[in-house]
């Protein structure tokens, strides 16, 4: 017996790029890869599964030649691994490609795209149809932790994937979505980001519309009623049935009303018809809007939505998706993804509305590439106005002065050494206060070294003199 086709990955320890090698793997591939800036989850989870690692881009990894080289779009011409794949001409595709001629072609693709919450409510949708007993495949960009893992193959037909509007790579520089073809395709919300790639708002729209052209008329798109940039979308043409999340009573779509000002539990509708009531451990408008949209989606493959409901009971939000990582001293530290003023401004209302008058402390790396860019200088401040006391930390290559944020706060401070950062937030702390660690980054370990101090002053509390 022959062994499995090698494949290599350049940039393996991206989230999307680290599912498609769990999914190589279990579809018999060997696999191997490589990345700068390792750091968990996706690390660990990569270690978890035998795959091996190599830090950097000597060219040395190559040799011998792999079958396949799938190169992430962090990687761009110049990249020493990169131009020994084109010099000696070795076979390479994008991870994209990879997924939709390898594992989507057969498969009935539920997509989740949006600037917000793609991770989040593809996590919810996965985990409604395993509920359901359905064992969908999925490709996640975080780690569920319902299941574990960023992806799986899953059994035919459903592959849940988060379908983000970055470009391919460095030689397709169309959005990675449109490589998907799905049949039921959630546009969760749209704003400007990604400002490296797109020029203005106008190009990410054509772009979200270059994915609504894929999908068939059997198909479903479910869709915010009130998002304008969405319904610019929807104007370029629909040719596929639409459901709305509506965000009142009274719509044809979708709805809720909430009976927890915290979002922990609220009453759905559809049509003007109550579907049931979700009572779980998430909160905020924004992730009872998530599930909304994953109600509606699984609804299209073939789950009532009574039963969505009740698995959305036992949902836990993926990893880093306001993931307390401790609690010492009566100060609980969250970890949260949320990198663009809108999602920073729905997390912070999201957990006010659950700790009441309780300090929030939030704590902020702006290292997105819109974010280097400037872009959102002037709704960054704003957008952390429900926090008691704001710590920014200024990143190296940041184009900006985090200042002029500060400037436009109160009770904000500026930090450039994660150490004092640490410190600071250990020494200003005390019990009931809430610490929302918020970046897209690793943060330098910002968690391990906050609740390691907490721990220590702790002790120091504790121990009899």
Request: hydrophobic share 45%; with cysteine; net charge negative.
């Amino acid at each position: 017996m022959s062994p499995p086709l090698h494949i290599h990955i350049l940039g393996i320890c991206g989230t999307f790029m680290g599912g498609i090698a769990l999914l190589a793997r279990e579809l018999g591939f060997t696999v191997s890869g490589a990345d700068q800036n390792v750091y968990p989850p996706m690390s660990t989870q990569l270690a978890d599964a035998g795959i091996a690692l190599t830090e950097g881009w000597d060219p040395a990894q190559l040799e011998p030649a792999p079958d396949l080289v799938i190169i992430g779009n962090a990687l761009s011409r110049g990249n020493p691994a990169v131009e020994h794949v084109l010099e000696r001409g070795l076979a390479y595709t994008s991870g994209p490609a990879f997924l939709a001629d390898y594992l989507l072609k057969d498969r009935w693709v539920l997509a989740v795209a949006g600037t917000h919450g793609k991770t989040t409510t593809a996590a919810m949708l996965a985990w409604i149809l395993e509920d359901a007993g359905l064992a969908p495949g999925f490709l996640i960009g975080g780690i569920p932790r319902n299941f574990g893992l960023s992806a799986r193959a899953g059994k035919a037909p459903f592959f849940v994937v988060e379908a983000d509007e970055y470009d391919t790579a460095f030689f397709d520089k169309r959005s990675k979505f449109v490589h998907y073809r799905p049949r039921t395709v959630v546009l969760n919300n749209l704003e400007y980001d990604h400002a490296d790639i797109f020029p203005d708002i106008e190009a990410i729209e054509r772009q979200f519309h270059h994915l609504l052209r894929t999908v068939p008329g059997n198909g479903l798109v479910v869709a915010p009623q009130a998002d304008p940039h969405i319904q610019r979308v929807l104007a370029m043409g629909c040719w596929t049935p639409l459901e709305t999340i509506d965000t009142q009573a009274g719509g044809a779509g979708w709805h809720a009303e909430l009976a927890q000002p915290d979002g922990s539990a609220f009453e759905v509708f559809f049509a003007g018809q109550s579907q049931g009531t979700v009572s779980w451990d998430s909160l905020g408008a924004h992730n009872v809007h998530n599930s909304l949209a994953a109600i509606a989606a699984a609804r299209h493959a073939g789950v009532p939505a009574q039963y969505a409901i009740e698995a959305l009971g036992t949902f836990q939000s993926p990893k880093r998706r306001m993931e307390i990582r401790g609690e010492i001293g009566g100060v609980t530290v969250y970890d949260d993804f949320a990198h663009h003023p809108t999602a920073i401004r729905t997390t912070l209302a999201g957990l006010r509305a659950r700790v009441g008058d309780a300090r929030i402390i939030a704590v902020l790396e702006p290292r997105s590439n819109t974010m280097r860019l400037g872009i959102h200088r002037d709704t960054l401040g704003p957008s952390l106005a429900a926090a008691d006391a704001v710590l920014l930390y200024q990143p190296a290559g940041l184009d900006w002065n985090l200042g002029q944020v500060i400037d436009t706060l109160d009770n904000a401070q500026l930090f450039d050494d994660i150490d004092a950062l640490a410190t600071y937030i250990a020494q200003m702390a005390h019990p009931g206060d809430q610490v929302l660690i918020m970046s897209n980054g690793a943060f330098g370990g910002l968690h391990e070294k906050l609740l390691h101090l907490l721990a220590m002053q702790q002790d120091k509390t504790t121990t009899p003199t």
